[in-house]
Each structure stands twice: as C-alpha cells, then as structure tokens.
C-alpha cells in the first residue's frame, strides 16, 4: 500500500511559478512510475505528466518547456514545477503512482488546488 499526499498548491498570478510535492509513504517508491493529473472544473481529468523509474518524462504539449517533474528517491518524494503559469492551468492537480508507464494509476493522492488569476 502506498499513500501520496499533495502539498504546496495556492493562489498565482499568470506568470509565476509554484512547485508542487507528492510525499509517498512505503519503501517501493523508486519502483512506480509516478505521474500528475490536473482536473478543470467542468473537464475530464488529464495527464499532466510523469517520471519513469529511470528518470525518463513526458509531459502534454500545454505544458512543454513550462513544467517539469523531477523525483527525489531518498525523499520518497516527486516535484511538479510549474513555472509561466496561465488562467488555463487552474485545476485541482493529483499525483499518482503506477506499476508501468502504460498501465492504470495504483493509488491517487487526494489532490491540491492551483489556481492561477489573470
């Protein structure tokens, strides 16, 4: 069993910067593939993206050259660096964690509000 909870979410205005952390509990953290979702109000959840064990990410072209999402193993900890912020990126982020890169997400953190004012 792993537990993520979310951390470090707020209120930004367009253009700045915040950084969100997903501390997991459990010592198989180096083990999952660990991935951020973002829900809009009124939209269906998506990928925001992720980390392979090996340090390999992916990202969804909205946030390309803007987000980043760095792993720290020692801290059992993953990062979603969220700089440029735009009114569109407000939504309720989740991080998740899962087994491989193309299968179903185990376990969701509870989820933590960005919203970002124009």
């Known amino acids: 069993q792993v537990q993520l909870v979310e951390s470090g979410g707020g209120l930004v205005q367009a253009g700045g910067s915040l950084r969100l952390s997903c501390a997991a509990s459990g010592r198989t953290f180096s083990s999952y593939v660990m991935a951020w979702f973002r829900q809009a109000p009124g939209k269906e959840r998506e990928l925001v993206g992720h980390i392979s064990t090996l340090g390999n990410t992916y990202y969804t072209n909205s946030v390309k050259g803007r987000f980043t999402i760095p792993r720290d193993n020692a801290k059992n900890t993953v990062y979603l660096q969220m700089n440029s912020l735009k009114p569109e990126d407000t939504a309720v982020y989740y991080c998740?964690?899962?087994?491989?890169?193309?299968?179903?997400?185990?376990?969701w953190g509870q989820g933590t509000q960005v919203t970002v004012s124009s």
């Open positions: 998740a964690a899962k087994r491989g890169l193309y299968s179903d997400v185990d376990y």
